[in-house]
């Protein structure tokens, strides 16, 4: 503060007015700042950060949900980020998305693997499962076995495919813009894994 006050010139009335003001006004954006910070979201004791980057693309929360099964068990939450100006509604064009998973309770790597097969199968034709085939194969191949509180980050980027990551963890990338369409379908699909979170998930801010 004295340092500040050193560059005040009191035998000018109008400069020092000018300098008192310009502090005030710098102190009032501070403390705006320091008043509406980012904050993160937090669901059923499970924090989402309000914004991630994916090799430098930021993507932003979009909402959090809860998953149940058979109505009275909590079985995970998700959260969705979306790239800059992507709406909801977007969300298996070809754009910048990330869904990511927080469990409740412990998966076996062999149900990850055949419940992301038989839903994706359920979300395309024939023809559509068909072209993407090998690409479910690859995908299914880097899921691992998880304990609660494990955490799966999906990622798909514009010319760089789909990611699946474990607990920060990079499993591995499968390119393709029809394969990110068909793995997202899992959950935002017509045939999706459950309609009540994917309305809250989709839901506009």
Do not use: H
């Not at 669901?43 to 929360?61: D, N, S, Y």
């Not at 798909?156 to 474990?166: R, V």
């Not at 394969?179 to 899992?186: N, Y």
């Amino acid at each position: 503060m004295q340092s500040i006050l050193k560059r005040f010139d009191f035998r000018r009335p109008w400069a020092a007015f000018r300098s008192a003001r310009g502090c005030a006004l710098v102190w009032l954006a501070l403390s705006l700042g320091a008043s509406t910070p980012t904050l993160a979201e937090e669901i059923e004791g499970v924090e989402f950060a309000a914004e991630v980057k994916a090799r430098e693309v930021p993507l932003r929360l979009n909402a959090v949900g809860l998953l149940r099964y058979m109505v009275f068990i909590k079985a995970y939450v998700a959260a969705l980020y979306l790239g800059p100006d992507v709406s909801p509604e977007q969300i298996l064009d070809d754009v910048p998305r990330r869904l990511e998973i927080e469990y409740f309770y412990p998966i076996a790597q062999a149900d990850f693997v055949s419940s992301t097969e038989e839903t994706i199968r359920k979300n395309l034709s024939a023809e559509e499962f068909a072209a993407v085939e090998t690409d479910v194969a690859k995908f299914n191949a880097l899921y691992r076995s998880i304990e609660p509180g494990d955490r799966y980050a999906l990622t798909y980027l514009p010319g760089i495919g789909t990611e699946l990551a474990l607990n920060g963890e990079t499993l591995g990338v499968v390119p393709g813009t029809a394969f990110g369409r068909a793995v997202f379908s899992i959950w935002f699909g017509p045939a999706e894994i459950d309609a009540s979170l994917k309305e809250t998930l989709l839901q506009s801010r």
